[in-house]
Each structure stands twice: as C-alpha cells, then as structure tokens.
C-alpha cells in the first residue's frame, strides 16, 4: 500500500508560504494586491486536512485459509512487462487528518474496476515481498481458480485495517459465473508489536451454475 507523501508536502508548503505574504494596513502598489492571511478569528476546533489524489497505485495479496485461497489483487495477464509497477491497480485515494490527533491518519481507497485472480493454495512466498523473479513465475505458471474485475473499498487507519472486494468472477476451468466477496479486517495492537487479522472470500455461483 502506499501512502500520499506527495500532496501533504504540496500542501504544507502552500500554507507555509502564504502565512508569510500577510500585508499591513499601510501598504499599497503591487504588494497590496497580494493574498492576505488573518488567522485572528480561526474556529477554535479547525476541520480535518483531506487530501485527494487519483491513480494511487496498489497491489494486495490476501488468503483465506478455510478455503485454501489465495488472491493477488493487480493486473498479472497480458502485461508487455511483468514489474512491480505494472501488476499495480490505480485507485482513487482520500487521506485524513484531524486536530484531535495529528499522529493519526485515515485513508480512504477505492475503485469500481480492479483486477482479481484467485488461486487454489497458499504460496505467500512466491508473491510477498515483491521479487520479480519469483513473483512473475508464478503468475506465468499458476492456473488460475477465479478471476474477475471487481470493486475495490479499503480504510486504512493508525490501529487497523478494513478491505472489501466484491464483483463477478468466472471460474477459470469452465467459465462459470461467481458472485465474488472479500473482506479482510486487521487490528494492530496499541503497542504495535502484533496484529489479529480475519479474512474470507465468499463465491456464489450465479444463474443456477
């Protein structure tokens, strides 16, 4: 996952240079007609900072050990390379911070079109941490279970994680039709020492299949 360095340094320099433009009562020509800040009346409890930007570029690998499924969440077919870049889905992203607690963040990530392959069989290792080598093996020799386009919604916070796929997939082996959902919960503990995650994939065949 990737957080949204970028528009936060934007944005803190924006107002860091606008704090210095202020202009006394006395000034006139040119350097009256430039913005003038007042943060004499600022509410006393300010609004969250929210940040927007699209083309987020993510790729998530999930299990569901129940059912002994794995999913790569990310474009793996049809790629003129196979890279870490290229097996990535764009979504769009929304990250908040509020004055109540400003080592706290919440980010907001989501798309109606993301790519979805399943897999019968846990193999974390050929596809975490991203290594090429590894990673594009196994995409290029591994029949695929399940795939589809799917919706993708994921809110990630300081102590927790909530993600959440859902669309129609086709069973690879007969082109059967599949009503998709999966949903994923983290929670970190306060320390940061661990974590508890639950995880399952739903697959609803549909029209009598």
């Not at 949204?4 to 350097?31: F, Y």
């Not at 409890?45 to 499924?69: E, F």
């Not at 975490?128 to 990630?156: D, Q, R």
Request: some cysteine; charged content about 15%.
């Amino acid at each position: 996952m990737q957080k949204l360095p970028g528009p936060v340094v934007i944005l803190a320099a924006a107002l860091a240079a606008a704090c210095t433009e202020r202009v006394g009562p006395a000034t006139t020509g040119a350097a009256a007609e430039r913005p003038s800040f007042d943060f004499a009346n600022n509410p006393s409890a300010p609004s969250p900072i929210i940040i927007r930007r699209d083309s987020v570029p993510v790729r998530v690998i999930t299990t569901d050990a129940a059912l002994d499924l794995m999913a790569i969440h990310g474009p793996v077919d049809n790629l003129p390379v196979c890279t870490n870049a290229s097996t990535r889905d764009p979504v769009d992203g929304q990250q908040i911070r509020t004055p109540s607690d400003v080592q706290g963040i919440r980010l907001l990530l989501q798309a109606t079109d993301t790519h979805v392959e399943i897999y019968q069989g846990i193999d974390l290792s050929a596809v975490f941490p991203f290594v090429a080598s590894s990673f594009c093996a196994f995409v290029a020799n591994t029949p695929k279970a399940y795939e589809g386009i799917v919706a993708y919604h994921v809110n990630l916070g300081s102590s927790m994680a909530s993600f959440r796929w859902e669309g129609d997939v086709t069973r690879v082996s007969d082109g059967a039709l599949f009503h998709y959902v999966e949903l994923q919960d983290v929670v970190f503990s306060p320390s940061g020492a661990g974590k508890t995650t639950s995880s399952f994939i739903s697959l609803q065949a549909k029209g009598g299949q």
